[in-house]
């Protein structure tokens, strides 16, 4: 199957700094890619989905200038995490679907697990 | 909102048989149902997916309602390391974007 790849997969950082994240399909191209977040013990929540060439979609209450979306080609979108806090500490993973469309299964990277002092 | 309900967790003998159920009774025609699972601590992996056949591939088969109400996943015989939260997912119409509901902790026991 395809291969999606984060990096770094643990971070930690001090109060107030920026975090980036970064994910790559490996082998394939994605037009689109999601960022979800999860806290222990949670499920999944869908932050944004992000669109190669354009403007990141923010799912409701999740700030935008808090968490930089950037999608600047076919292979990668990276999530930077603005003047982090503790309550940011969390497990970030990012999914991508294949260019095309002719299916519907998402694959997703590691996870990077941000954890902010 | 998530369109499925899961039960909260499960546990299962190792070597059996085990049935995850899902309900997605506001499912649309046209929408797959999906199933992942996440291992602690790593991400989701794909196990399988369907409209409204029954699949079976290597890891689980996958049976739907003829309603499309709900459908059961299973593991034929379950190992520890099947140990994990399953996810039954219902895609978004016309788009790739996947609402997670809580799933449900399916612990296989030795």
């Known amino acids: 199957g395809a291969v999606v790849s984060q990096h770094p997969s643990r971070v930690i950082c001090k109060s107030g700094t920026s975090v980036k994240i970064e994910c790559r399909s490996l082998?394939?191209?994605?037009?689109?890619m999601f960022w979800y977040r999860q806290f222990p013990k949670q499920s999944l929540m869908l932050m944004a989905t992000?669109?190669?060439?354009?403007?990141?979609?923010?799912e409701q209450g999740v700030e935008k200038d808090k968490f930089l979306i950037n999608h600047a080609s076919l292979t990668l979108s990276t999530l930077t995490v603005t003047s982090a806090h503790p309550e940011d500490s969390s497990f970030y993973i990012c999914s991508a679907s294949l260019t095309g469309g002719r299916t519907g299964e998402l694959f997703f990277g590691e996870g990077s697990r941000l954890t902010v002092l | 909102d998530a369109k499925t309900t899961q039960p909260p967790s499960m546990d299962c003998a190792e070597g059996r048989a085990a049935n995850l159920p899902c309900n997605h009774s506001?499912?649309?025609?046209?929408?797959?149902v999906y199933w992942y699972r996440q291992i602690h601590s790593q991400g989701p992996q794909y196990i399988i997916h369907?409209?409204?056949n029954n699949e079976t591939n290597e890891m689980a088969s996958l049976i739907i309602t003829e309603d499309r109400k709900s459908s059961t996943l299973i593991l034929p015989h379950a190992t520890l390391r099947d140990t994990a939260v399953y996810y039954c997912i219902v895609r978004v119409e016309g788009t790739y974007k996947y609402i997670f509901g809580t799933g449900t902790r399916l612990k296989v026991l030795a």
């Open positions: 992000s669109n190669e060439g354009s403007k990141a979609t923010y």
């Open positions: 369907g409209l409204k």
């Open positions: 082998d394939f191209q994605a037009t689109t």
């Open positions: 506001t499912i649309s025609g046209n929408e797959y």
